[in-house]
């Protein structure tokens, strides 16, 4: 296994998605940069997700996937907003308001991945949903609603449109043909609310766990743990799900290094923007291929994207990076383990009665 951790696999034009995602991300961004409304960036920086959908889809099919994918984006993020004002609005403390966002981004998990393997959009699982309502939730100052929710919308709707840019191309077009109406067996249904139930057991457990460490050992986003913790629930076997833990890991490990370089450097927010750009493109080139290397990029990207919202000291979120990902991948790992120990465990009882 630890072999397969490093091994790259073989490519199949992902520059192609990774540059829609790129310019996905860049021109959103870089406009909010020359508008002076970097308060807003982290509603392009989601509704941007819409583009990372239907990577290798003909034209049409690609852009219903994109759209159903977008507007379940667009509600997380409303619901996110909508979630960051319920702490001031009904008077609860810094304390009650985590554990009641935690409550929320673990209910978000479940229904969120269950919406996603109701709709077949690929990449599985929920993550990306997670991570978008968690970061937005936890902003302290959140810009007027409506804005916020017109800078997701536009960029949402310029993702949709760079993915089917290229059908301008004669070279690039594909057939304009309807996807076939989705029609789910009882076993794909019974599966999606397993899933479900594993990803709402992951991001609770993990948010908990995170939460009460970190108000004890004073570190903090704790939603880092729950996207962590249900990266390994992603995979056809159990051993692919544990590599993915462990290579979310090691992988933060090095994006951190990455990170803590870029730093030095002091950038401007025109170059900051221009670093995420690049970092998207470097984790849809090797997200599919390799996972380890995917997040070699995706841990610069997050964090990028976290200072520039809400400026913070960076040794500090170094520090809760890795450790939030430490306790998510740990908690994601064991939940990954825990029915195949269930069933050892009940074959050995039911061994030791027939015994008897």
Same mark, same amino acid.
């Given at each position: 296994?630890?072999?397969?951790?490093?091994?790259?696999?073989?490519?199949?034009?992902?520059?192609?998605?990774?540059?829609?995602?790129?310019?996905?991300?860049? !021109?959103?961004?870089?406009?909010?940069?020359?508008?002076?409304?970097?308060?807003?960036?982290?509603?392009?920086?989601?509704?941007?997700?819409?583009?990372?959908? *239907?990577?290798?889809?003909?034209?049409?099919?690609?852009?219903?996937?994109?759209? @159903?994918?977008?507007?379940?984006? %667009?509600? #997380?993020?409303?619901? +996110?907003?909508?979630?960051?004002?319920?702490?001031?609005?009904?008077?609860?403390?810094?304390?009650?308001?985590?554990?009641?966002?935690?409550?929320?981004?673990?209910? #978000?998990? *479940?229904?969120?991945?269950?919406?996603?393997?109701? %709709?077949?959009?690929?990449?599985?699982?929920?993550?990306?949903?997670?991570?978008?309502?968690?970061?937005?939730?936890?902003?302290?100052?959140?810009?007027?609603?409506?804005?916020?929710?017109?800078?997701?919308?536009?960029?949402? !709707? =310029?993702?949709?449109?760079?993915? =089917?840019?290229? @059908?301008?191309?004669?070279?690039?077009?594909?057939?304009?043909?309807?996807?076939? @109406?989705?029609?789910?067996?009882?076993?794909?249904?019974?599966?999606?609310?397993?899933?479900? =139930?594993?990803?709402?057991?992951?991001?609770?457990?993990?948010?908990?766990? +995170?939460?009460?460490?970190?108000?004890?050992?004073?570190?903090?986003?704790?939603?880092?743990?729950?996207?962590?913790?249900?990266?390994?629930?992603?995979?056809?076997?159990?051993?692919?799900?544990?590599?993915?833990?462990?290579?979310?890991?090691?992988?933060?490990?090095?994006?951190?290094?990455?990170?803590? +370089? !870029?730093?030095?450097?002091? %950038?401007?927010?025109?170059?900051? !923007?221009?670093?995420?750009?690049?970092?998207? =493109?470097?984790?849809?080139?090797?997200?599919?291929?390799?996972?380890?290397?995917?997040?070699?990029?995706?841990?610069?990207?997050?964090?990028?994207?976290?200072?520039?919202?809400?400026?913070?000291?960076?040794?500090? %979120?170094?520090?809760? @990076?890795?450790?939030?990902?430490?306790?998510?991948?740990? #908690?994601?790992?064991?939940?990954?383990? +825990?029915?195949?120990?269930?069933?050892?465990?009940?074959?050995?009882?039911?061994?030791?009665?027939?015994?008897?």
């Amino acid at each position: 296994m630890f072999a397969e951790m490093f091994t790259i696999g073989p490519g199949n034009k992902d520059h192609h998605p990774a540059l829609r995602c790129a310019v996905g991300v860049f !021109v959103p961004l870089i406009t909010l940069v020359l508008l002076g409304r970097l308060d807003l960036a982290i509603f392009a920086s989601f509704g941007a997700f819409t583009g990372i959908y *239907g990577r290798g889809e003909p034209h049409a099919v690609r852009f219903v996937l994109q759209l @159903r994918a977008g507007l379940l984006m %667009l509600l #997380v993020i409303f619901l +996110a907003a909508l979630a960051a004002r319920m702490g001031p609005a009904w008077g609860l403390d810094a304390a009650a308001h985590t554990w009641l966002l935690v409550l929320a981004t673990t209910l #978000v998990a *479940g229904a969120c991945s269950v919406a996603i393997s109701w %709709l077949r959009l690929r990449p599985a699982g929920s993550l990306f949903h997670i991570f978008a309502f968690a970061a937005i939730a936890s902003i302290p100052n959140q810009p007027p609603l409506w804005q916020g929710m017109l800078v997701a919308v536009l960029t949402s !709707v =310029f993702a949709l449109l760079v993915g =089917f840019s290229s @059908r301008i191309l004669p070279s690039h077009r594909t057939p304009w043909a309807r996807p076939p @109406r989705i029609r789910r067996t009882a076993a794909e249904k019974r599966a999606a609310w397993l899933e479900g =139930f594993g990803y709402l057991v992951a991001a609770g457990l993990a948010g908990s766990l +995170a939460t009460w460490a970190g108000g004890r050992l004073g570190f903090g986003h704790n939603y880092w743990a729950m996207v962590a913790a249900v990266v390994p629930l992603v995979g056809h076997t159990t051993r692919h799900r544990v590599r993915r833990g462990i290579q979310r890991i090691i992988g933060t490990v090095l994006g951190l290094l990455v990170l803590a +370089a !870029v730093l030095l450097i002091g %950038l401007q927010p025109w170059q900051t !923007v221009l670093v995420m750009a690049l970092c998207q =493109f470097g984790a849809e080139m090797f997200i599919i291929r390799q996972y380890l290397l995917a997040q070699v990029f995706v841990t610069p990207l997050a964090l990028v994207s976290t200072l520039l919202v809400v400026p913070a000291s960076p040794s500090i %979120l170094l520090r809760d @990076r890795i450790i939030e990902t430490v306790i998510g991948a740990a #908690v994601g790992i064991a939940v990954v383990l +825990a029915p195949g120990a269930w069933r050892r465990v009940q074959s050995r009882r039911d061994q030791v009665t027939t015994a008897a």
